[in-house]
């Protein structure tokens, strides 16, 4: 992002002046109050809004050489599921005869789903219910990540992904992608403090500004951090 600003329709900028810099194989939380530009700023990364100004530019390694398709894989807070199997869930869009079953069952391991998988009957192709009813929160932000993971994305984007899942699995979980995917980057957008500390660089988005707050050469302490999610988690529950 290179003074990057940003309104919609004309109005008032929701983001202004944005400078950010994402490293290949690095792990990047960017935190905001609700409303800050946090998914904005996602989704001119996306491609889904250009910018009033500035310019954003992508690494020749964030897309595929045959293809040209970006290799990037996004997981919003509420992922959409259909009324299907789990592995259909997690190779979504793909005909059955082109899924790849060892890809699907690796991250299943991978997002810590195996022991689910093991209790159900039919095991990946049981069913999961209208909207994923027959399956708790955390099980299915697991299967979402493990869709975006189906297409080895080069950057790894969760917004807000990991809200439902106990800090323990949610360490686990990016313990397993980490040592799994060791060209990866990812960008969380988050307020808790467990995903904070899984990344090494942290961006504060305030009132349409942006600064690193956070880097290996500055590390934040863990009361500082406790003290950014305490207020962010608390103007969640205004």
Do not use: W
Not at 69 to 79: A, D, E, F, M
Not at 86 to 103: Q, R, Y
């Amino acid at each position: 992002f290179n003074s990057i600003s940003f309104s919609y329709n004309n109005d008032k900028n929701i983001l202004n002046n944005i400078n950010m810099k994402i490293y290949n194989r690095t792990y990047n939380a960017i935190i905001g109050a609700s409303g800050s530009g946090k998914t904005t700023l996602i989704d001119l990364l996306l491609g889904l809004y250009q910018p009033n100004s500035g310019k954003i530019s992508l690494s020749n390694s964030l897309y595929d050489k045959n293809s040209n398709k970006l290799l990037i894989g996004y997981v919003s807070q509420n992922s959409p599921f259909i009324d299907d199997s789990i592995l259909n869930n997690i190779a979504f869009g793909i005909e059955s005869k082109n899924i790849n079953v060892d890809t699907v069952n690796k991250l299943i391991d991978i997002c810590g789903l195996s022991e689910l998988i093991k209790s159900l009957t039919n095991g990946i192709n049981s069913f999961i219910g209208d909207r994923g009813s027959r399956l708790s929160g955390g099980q299915l932000q697991r299967i979402a990540i493990a869709r975006a993971l189906y297409r080895n994305p080069k950057l790894l984007i969760l917004d807000e992904a990991t809200n439902a899942l106990d800090i323990e699995t949610e360490k686990k979980l990016f313990k397993s992608i980490k040592s799994s995917y060791l060209d990866i980057s990812i960008i969380c957008i988050t307020h808790r403090i467990s995903t904070m500390k899984e990344c090494t660089n942290i961006f504060h988005l305030v009132n349409g500004s942006l600064s690193q707050i956070c880097d290996e050469n500055n590390i934040i302490d863990d009361d500082e951090l406790n003290k950014l999610a305490d207020r962010y988690n608390s103007d969640e529950k205004k």
